[in-house]
């Protein structure tokens, strides 16, 4: 009988209570409350070392608020609490998980960046729907098995640790889209990645790579693919074969020649800087249809191949700091934005043309072009109705670049005679720049089945006509240094536009209709007066990979653009706002979106 006092006077949930209180010394019982509602619990930056019990039991235990009071309103029945489904405990002094971690089976979202992790339990193979894990700068040595069993997982974040291989199984991983392994110490990609059919962006930069597997050419939706600072000589010929392939990075390898890509036909930016590149020819260059930006600096070229024109679409090409003496006078057909010259033993192009920059480098060698079997008077076409200035038409562009350029003539009408030039021609780039233009020439239309590329930059447009809306295969649209504050609903039905660029105009919000232009890759609006972004439309639109944004009048950025994880190019310096501060943008595109994303109220 004494002993059954004994046990009855003793309180059986004093240890669970003591257990409590630790709790709720480190996180706030109205935090866990919220979290039982919304399913979304944020620890982010708590000094953490362990995560406490009541964290892992969230949907387990009576919550205390139970105990206090036994009448409940519908809106407080704890019994019908959400699932924690996204729990953030990154920026903390983590060094384990414990196995209590499978207490949360409908986790979709675990972020762990940022602690001092050495292992994963394996009881993480219990999240089964897990879709974003975040493990990046931990001092992980190696990955769980058990961690291929997150068939559901489609984001895998494991850069800045210390792995040295990847498990057995990996290939399981079949839903993976984004997989960033990068400043790790790994010396091999195993083949079974061909398996990750679904990766989208692969990014295994700054580790200890000799080579790439050839089976990697089986990831057939790779359009993202960062191999930079690391240790290649050569890469695999099947590379060549990634159709979906669109961002290549090599930088800072050993590589002693440019790959071909045969089949990147939507390749658009690659960057081989900083290798031992000797020699550059036309069987590099034949295929590359679609590319932006070309950055082979620091290397060792000695030339630069007349070929070089058959990149029409390239914008950025940088040969620093090579051993270029000479270029091709064909370099001045491009339409380039910017041409890096420096460091290269140049003899043919005086330093004082070079420091005035890219367009006075072209602007020189177009002038040293020689008569292309063309007289003079197929390049002139006057008529009594315009002053000989206004009627100069550059017939040699048309047939040979498919431009019809009629560019800083400071005129405020195009005349009839510069589209009359283009008779049956097929014309892909119009650049109507540096003139007084109040309004877009009507005749543009015309060109509405052709052309891919339109520059009406630094002139006076204060509104956008219906003629422009209707050039079906614009693609990119240079509309800078105008007096633009709106655009058009119409513009929705540019279907293929993938860069648009509004810098330097009067608009005081994003344009709404470019949230409904899906195939919108880079929006450039700095130098305007933007006040507010819509971070739910903005996430909408899954192929944005640059936004500009700088120096406007953006008072706060909403948390919920971290949400964006696409964006690869944020901008915002120039802002008023306060957060993030200047040593976050600092950082870079990623760590602002992180942090964005652990200020979004949970």
Aim: net charge neutral; hydrophobic share 40%.
């Amino acid at each position: 009988m004494s002993r059954l006092k004994g046990v009855a006077g003793r309180d059986p949930r004093a240890g669970f209570r003591n257990e409590r209180r630790d709790c709720a010394a480190s996180v706030p019982q109205g935090l866990l409350k919220a979290a039982r509602k919304s399913g979304q619990l944020n620890l982010s930056g708590r000094n953490l070392s362990e995560v406490p019990q009541c964290v892992w039991r969230i949907n387990v235990d009576i919550p205390e608020e139970a105990n206090q009071n036994l009448s409940f309103s519908a809106t407080e029945r704890w019994w019908e609490q959400t699932d924690l489904t996204k729990l953030i405990i990154s920026n903390n002094k983590l060094q384990s998980l414990s196995d209590d971690l499978r207490l949360l089976p409908a986790l979709t979202v675990l972020d762990i960046h940022d602690n001092q992790l050495t292992s994963l339990p394996s009881a993480i193979r219990e999240l089964e729907n897990l879709q974003k894990l975040n493990v990046s700068h931990n001092k992980l040595k190696i990955l769980p098995e058990e961690i291929t069993n997150l068939r559901n997982l489609k984001g895998l974040y494991l850069q800045h640790n210390e792995l040295t291989c990847i498990p057995e199984g990996f290939e399981q991983l079949f839903n993976l889209e984004d997989l960033d392994l990068s400043n790790n110490r790994l010396s091999s990609i195993p083949a079974s990645f061909s398996s990750l059919s679904s990766v989208v962006r692969l990014n295994i930069s700054s580790n200890q790579l000799k080579s790439l597997p050839a089976e990697i050419s089986g990831m057939k939706r790779l359009k993202h693919l960062d191999c930079n600072s690391n240790l290649l000589e050569t890469i695999p010929p099947e590379l060549a074969s990634m159709e979906s392939l669109e961002l290549l990075y090599l930088r800072r390898n050993k590589l002693r020649f440019l790959p071909e890509f045969p089949s990147c036909k939507l390749l658009k930016e690659l960057h081989v800087g900083e290798n031992q590149i000797e020699m550059l020819g036309a069987e590099h260059l034949k295929h590359l249809n679609s590319i932006l930006v070309l950055d082979l600096r620091d290397n060792k070229l000695k030339s630069v191949p007349d070929e070089i024109t058959l990149l029409q679409s390239l914008e950025r090409l940088d040969l620093s700091n090579n051993d270029i003496s000479s270029l091709p006078c064909s370099l001045g057909k491009l339409h380039l934005k910017f041409l890096a010259l420096e460091g290269n033993p140049l003899r043919t192009i005086r330093r004082e043309i070079i420091n005035k920059g890219t367009q006075e480098v072209l602007k020189y060698l177009r002038s040293k072009i020689k008569d292309d079997g063309l007289s003079q008077s197929d390049c002139v076409t006057e008529t009594a109705m315009t002053l000989p200035s206004e009627s100069r038409v550059n017939i040699h562009a048309i047939i040979t670049l498919k431009t019809l350029d009629y560019s800083d003539k400071q005129t405020a009408l195009i005349p009839d005679e510069v589209f009359d030039a283009v008779k049956s021609n097929v014309i892909t780039s119009v650049n109507f720049s540096k003139n007084q233009l109040c309004e877009i020439p009507k005749r543009i239309v015309e060109m509405k089945e052709m052309v891919s590329d339109v520059n009406l930059s630094f002139n006076k447009l204060s509104f956008i006509s219906l003629e422009l809306c209707m050039l079906q295969k614009l693609t990119f649209l240079d509309l800078r240094n105008n007096f633009l504050n709106s655009l058009p609903e119409e513009m929705e039905s540019l279907v293929r536009l993938q860069t648009i660029n509004l810098s330097f105009n009067r608009f005081k919000i994003l344009p709404e209709v470019l949230y409904r232009i899906p195939t919108l890759e880079t929006i450039l609006i700095s130098n305007n007066q933007v006040g507010s972004v819509d971070p739910q439309k903005m996430k909408t639109m899954e192929n944005l990979i640059t936004l500009d944004l700088q120096n406007n009048d953006l008072l706060q950025i909403p948390p919920e653009l971290g949400n964006c994880v696409n964006l690869r190019t944020l901008l915002l310096d120039g802002n008023p706002f306060r957060v993030p501060r200047a040593a976050i943008l600092m950082k870079g595109t990623a760590a602002i979106l992180e942090y964005l994303r652990d200020r979004i109220p949970s």
